[in-house]
């Protein structure tokens, strides 16, 4: 046994070693030193014994702490082993989950499709809540196969660094599902608790440039307004170069009229990112940049444009405002 125990007799104290012999300290040692061999193999199978004991209770401890932590999935013969592409998780990142389900030849064929659903929450609130969509439907699940599902999802910023409490991270919880419509509760596949820590201090934020509109607007249910980032026309922020590989992440959302859609253009300094269509309703792009696509600048200009704006009075019957609005944006990320 490598980890050192310590007793006490009425003599002093002793500890067990690797070799099995007391190393005596305390205030009588020079008597126990004195002490017969035979004293000495009186104690070891005390030792032992303790030892024993107490690498027993440890087990017991450590064993529980896991079942506490991670929970197995209920369905027959399906392991569930979900990982993330970074090693340290912090707030305000993405990151790629991949899920791996895994039949073991006692796996039941499945009677109804379902959907995945990963859910992380920090006390009660939601921190993602994202639908993986499978290659091949549950109901064709097969026994001693391993089907794969990967997505991309955002842990926003929610740690208070300058909070005592908070300074070294926070624990979340992860929970995989199965879900299907019409199910009053889902499938609970696999649950763990996570420690996330702070975001590092050299990341730094999106620069807000030109041609951006805040709506300032109260909401009854909320404690303080509601603030609401839109872009006009075309609008530009500025991004510090990592000088490395990043993602981009941009999130909002589109408010077209009916059977409308607008063509959005994004420029990364005089790079041309994308081009697309969006009709009504929210949207995410994520983007994967190599250190050649960032350039040698350490600061690059981000900007967003499309060819159909809108009154905010038309979006906002509450508020007389005439400014043009394009698009509505909830997160820039770059990291």
Avoid at 310 to 317: N, T, V
């Amino acid at each position: 046994m490598d980890a050192i125990k310590l007793k006490q007799t009425g003599r002093g104290w002793y500890r067990s070693v690797p070799a099995g012999r007391p190393l005596i300290i305390g205030p009588y040692s020079s008597i126990i030193k004195a002490a017969s061999l035979d004293l000495m193999n009186i104690m070891i199978p005390e030792i032992n014994r303790i030892s024993l004991l107490i690498s027993f209770l440890v087990s017991l401890f450590i064993l529980a702490n896991f079942i506490a932590c991670e929970k197995k999935s209920p369905v027959k013969g399906l392991v569930v082993n979900p990982e993330f592409s970074e090693k340290t998780l912090t707030d305000d990142l993405v990151t790629k989950l991949r899920i791996k389900f895994i039949t073991t030849s006692s796996f039941e064929l499945l009677q109804k499709d379902y959907r995945i659903v990963a859910e992380a929450d920090w006390q009660g609130r939601f921190l993602f809540q994202e639908s993986l969509q499978l290659k091949t439907p549950t109901t064709k699940w097969l026994a001693n196969q391993v089907y794969e599902v990967n997505k991309y999802v955002y842990l926003p910023a929610f740690i208070n660094r300058f909070d005592p409490e908070m300074a070294g991270g926070a624990r979340i919880n992860l929970s995989i599902s199965f879900q299907s419509e019409g199910q009053v509760a889902p499938i609970i596949l696999f649950q763990k608790s996570l420690k996330i820590s702070p975001r590092p201090l050299e990341v730094s934020e999106v620069v807000y440039l030109d041609g951006w509109q805040k709506i300032i607007r109260a909401w009854p249910a909320a404690e303080r307004p509601l603030i609401d980032l839109w872009t006009q026309g075309q609008a530009v922020c500025l991004l510090k170069n990592p000088g490395k590989a990043a993602l981009l992440m941009i999130r909002g959302e589109a408010l077209a009229g009916a059977g409308a859609s607008q063509k959005v253009l994004l420029f990364l300094d005089n790079l041309q990112l994308d081009e697309f269509e969006l009709s009504r309703g929210r949207f995410e792009k994520i983007y994967s940049l190599t250190e050649k696509d960032l350039g040698q600048k350490p600061e690059l200009t981000l900007t967003i444009a499309v060819n159909k704006t809108i009154r905010a009075s038309e979006l906002y019957p509450e508020i007389k405002d005439e400014r043009e609005l394009g698009l509505k944006i909830k997160t820039i990320y770059f990291r």
